[in-house]
T-cell receptor
Framework: AQKITQTQPGMFVQEKEAVTLDCTYD???????LFWYKQPSSGEMIFLIY??????QNATEGRYSLNFQKARKSANLVISASQLGDSAMYFC??????????FGAGTRLFVKA | DAGVTQSPTHLIKTRGQQVTLRCSPK?????VSWYQQALGQGPQFIFQ???????QRGNFPDRFSGHQFPNYSSELNVNALLLGDSALYLC??????????????FGPGTRLTVL
């Protein structure tokens, strides 16, 4: 069965430093997509980055990069040069080619000035 | 380019009532999914609509039903509301044909409170 695990309920990072948010997943399907979303206190889920299971390179989008380790079933999000506006909940999600996307429990990131 | 829109923003209902939530997908998207997000948890998949048909459903009772219209907009209906239905309801749109991936874009959500 599909599963997403985010083991860090909360993380603190100093402004301008990099931070890694952990995500592990489980699926038996060889074709899948991995996603990270940011959810500020306003509630809207904001798409950050996508990684396909067959992509050879790690995905990057501006200050966001996805550290994809397929053998370990790991898809960690790296945020470089953290900003105060990065304080939010972050969700890792997966779609294994079906019609359903499953989400982890989330990690709350606090950026300190 | 308009993103995903949802209405209403907030809603307060009492137990046993019925509610309808609305969603308009992002321009160019043909698929709409609905999620329930309880406080402090990740979103849970309710169902997905494509070509006006429900094509997959999560672990939700029949009290939850939906509809997709020819213009791809969608409604989520919940009957016989329970206190446990209080949550943020998120609509997401996607188009694998248009984007090549299953990336979903979310609306701002409807916060439902059941008293």
């Amino acid at each position: 069965a599909q599963k997403i695990t985010q083991t860090q309920p909360g993380m603190f990072v100093q402004e301008k430093e990099a931070v890694t948010l952990d995500c592990t997943y489980d699926t038996s399907d060889p074709s899948y997509g991995l996603f990270w979303y940011k959810q500020p206190s306003s509630g809207e889920m904001i798409f950050l980055i996508y990684q396909g299971s067959y992509d050879q390179q790690n995905a990057t989008e501006g200050r966001y990069s996805l550290n994809f380790q397929k053998a370990r079933k790991s898809a960690n999000l790296v945020i470089s040069a953290s900003q105060l506006g990065d304080s939010a909940m972050y969700f890792c999600a997966m779609n294994d080619g079906g019609f359903k996307t499953i989400f982890g429990a989330g990690t709350r990131l606090f950026v300190k000035a | 380019d308009a993103g995903v829109t949802q209405s209403p923003t907030h809603l307060i209902k009492t137990r046993g009532q019925q509610v309808t939530l609305r969603c308009s997908p992002k321009s160019g998207h043909d698929t709409v999914s609905w999620y329930q997000q309880a406080l402090g948890q990740g979103p849970q998949f309710i169902f997905q609509y494509y070509e006006e048909e429900e094509r997959q459903r999560g672990n939700f009772p029949d009290r939850f039903s939906g509809h997709q219209f020819p213009n791809y907009s969608s409604e989520l209906n919940v009957n016989a509301l329970l206190l446990g239905d209080s949550a943020l309801y998120l609509c997401a749109s996607s188009s694998k044909l248009a984007t090549g991936t299953d990336t979903q874009y979310f609306g701002p959500g409807t916060r439902l409170t059941v008293l």
